[in-house]
């Protein structure tokens, strides 16, 4: 145990730090996983690792649960709302969250740092991105997006002051363990057949196996200061419907509309779900993504990272397979929920 590695993993208890935690394991390192007080630790039941209950809103708390000297801290505490509701909070934990674990990071001596970013930090752009794309996240009204973009640039200060960092630019990611990102619930939509229409967009995805490795490889050779974005398979959200009706059964989309009807259906539904006091899946942020191409150009990370490109098709099977073994996938799968 001694001569192992150390880990710091940051929302631990989420969809994509619970991964990490158990590729970590799997790799030999000792983790200690913080996660919010009061957090839901399902996702990390049964795993070996060392909890510890962290406000990263709070100095103190990261002074406290990160060791001297640890060898790896993988920041993955963020609100990951796509939406203007909360907005000024998603701002707090992704910008000044972010800041105050890359300063406990320098203090505590950490040796390498990695952040896990969004390819929302770039923005939308009518081209397959890459790492030398310029951001336009600023100009969007995506919060979620202008938050992930402006905690890079903590992270670039952070550099700038001597920490060994490195960032990482996850397209959409899928898998086992999610129960709260977006295609969780489009995957419950289709199953209960309450979906009939879908915006003309496009995105990149990637598996959270897949991810989680490449974090990993990311802080053993990563290169300091550098982005890496995750993606490889790419597909149009019709599409998408499609693959996922042939695993879970239900209704895809069979209509695609304009962009402009969608992104206006999509403020329709907001304002209900705002008047009744609950969420939904469709925000006018989220209609946005929806009818927008979101590519990206992953060689880089496939070179310097050994990344492996994972079918739709397996991805989505194995984020089913889950989510039926853990009684998560249901009939009636709502637009608005409390």
Avoid at 140 to 159: C, D, N, R
Avoid at 199 to 207: R, T
Wanted: some cysteine; glycine content about 6%.
């Amino acid at each position: 145990m001694a001569n192992k590695k150390i880990a710091v993993v940051t929302g631990a208890e989420g969809f994509i730090g619970s991964s990490l935690v158990r590729e970590l394991i799997k790799a030999d390192w000792k983790v200690i996983a913080l996660h919010r007080p009061g957090a839901n630790l399902m996702r990390l039941a049964g795993v070996d690792v060392t909890l510890r209950a962290c406000n990263i809103m709070v100095p103190s708390h990261l002074a406290l649960a990160i060791p001297e000297n640890v060898h790896a801290i993988f920041h993955l505490a963020a609100d990951l709302r796509i939406t203007h509701r909360r907005s000024s909070k998603q701002m707090e934990v992704n910008v000044d969250g972010t800041r105050n674990v890359l300063n406990a990071a320098t203090e505590r001596r950490c040796r390498r740092f990695l952040f896990t970013s969004s390819m929302g930090a770039f923005g939308m752009h009518p081209h397959r991105i890459d790492e030398t794309t310029a951001s336009n996240a600023m100009a969007l009204p995506i919060h979620y997006f202008q938050s992930k973009y402006l905690g890079e640039i903590e992270v670039e200060k952070a550099i700038d002051r001597g920490l060994d960092a490195v960032i990482m630019n996850p397209s959409n990611v899928v898998g086992p363990r999610d129960t709260i990102n977006i295609w969780a619930t489009y995957i419950g939509l289709i199953h209960s057949s309450n979906i009939p229409a879908i915006g003309p967009g496009a995105s990149s995805f990637c598996h959270v196996r897949e991810v989680a490795r490449s974090m990993i490889a990311c802080i053993e050779r990563g290169k300091t200061g550098e982005r890496y974005l995750l993606g490889g398979d790419d597909t149009t959200f019709l599409e998408l419907g499609k693959i996922i009706q042939r695993i879970v059964g239900g209704h895809a989309p069979r209509i695609v509309v304009p962009a402009w009807m969608f992104r206006f259906a999509a403020n329709v539904v907001s304002r209900y779900a705002w008047l009744r006091g609950g969420h939904t899946f469709l925000t006018p942020e989220m209609a946005l993504v929806i009818s927008s191409k979101m590519l990206v150009d992953c060689s880089k990370a496939v070179r310097d990272l050994d990344y492996k490109v994972t079918s739709l098709e397996e991805m989505f099977r194995d984020e089913v397979e889950w989510l039926k073994e853990n009684n998560l996938l249901t009939k009636t799968t709502p637009w608005v929920w409390s």
